[in-house]
């Protein structure tokens, strides 16, 4: 049961709330639910109406960089559970809200079932497999503007082989984009700090204008992630 701290001596209440231990739960479950609970983009979520934390990273790169534009078209892979979707409907106006706007269009893709995101389309589809990059222009009806990832491999617990993982998972969606990218186009994508990101710059800086690693505000300081977004695809 979660409760609130007491009163400092100097009278001021301690909002942070406190999590008991429970029988059969482990100290790094309850320490991952005391941090969730006192997380403020967690907050944020909930009573904005987005399904994750992770929709404030994508709002932050947007603002900076400006790729979600109206009337954009938009493959975002590894969706769940959707709010990166959220954030991209309003933002390449796919419902159509914003009139005398272009009327953007979304896809999601992802390895499970996700729940509709209205204005998306969302399909159970392996980006990596044979055929994928065709099926998706086929379902975007062209080209796409932008491409991006929040994609994670599973933690394994031993940080530089997840660190390998991400970056041999983030590399695939990179190719994966030169697929299905427009000319002009971006890709955004997850990445972990640890070494091995250098091969995948190069290749990015090959194919794109510009080239940038950003560490959003909503990602947690003690998280190695950040990300990379690449604009002006040379096509």
Sequence with gaps: MAKSGN?????????????????????????????????????????????GRAAFKILELDDKY?????????????CAPGGWLQVAVKRVNALGDKKGKAVGTILGV???????????????????????????????GGQADVVMSDMAAASSGHKQTDHLRIMALCEAAAYFAFDVLAPGGTFVAKVLAGGAEGELQSLLKQKFTKVANVKPGASRSDSSEKFVVATGFRG
């Design 66 to 78: 400006r790729f979600l534009v109206p009337g954009a078209r938009v493959v975002d892979l590894g």
């Design 110 to 140: 992802d390895l499970q079932e996700v729940e509709p995101v209205p204005g998306t389309q969302v399909h159970v589809l392996d980006f990596m497999e044979d055929g994928a990059d065709d099926k998706v222009k086929s379902w975007l």
């Design 7 to 51: 009163s400092s001596g100097r009278g001021q209440r301690d909002l942070r709330v406190k999590v008991k231990s429970a029988r059969g739960r482990r100290l790094s479950s309850t320490l991952w639910l005391e941090r969730q609970l006192n997380d403020p983009y967690v907050r944020r979520a909930k009573a904005e109406g987005y399904r």
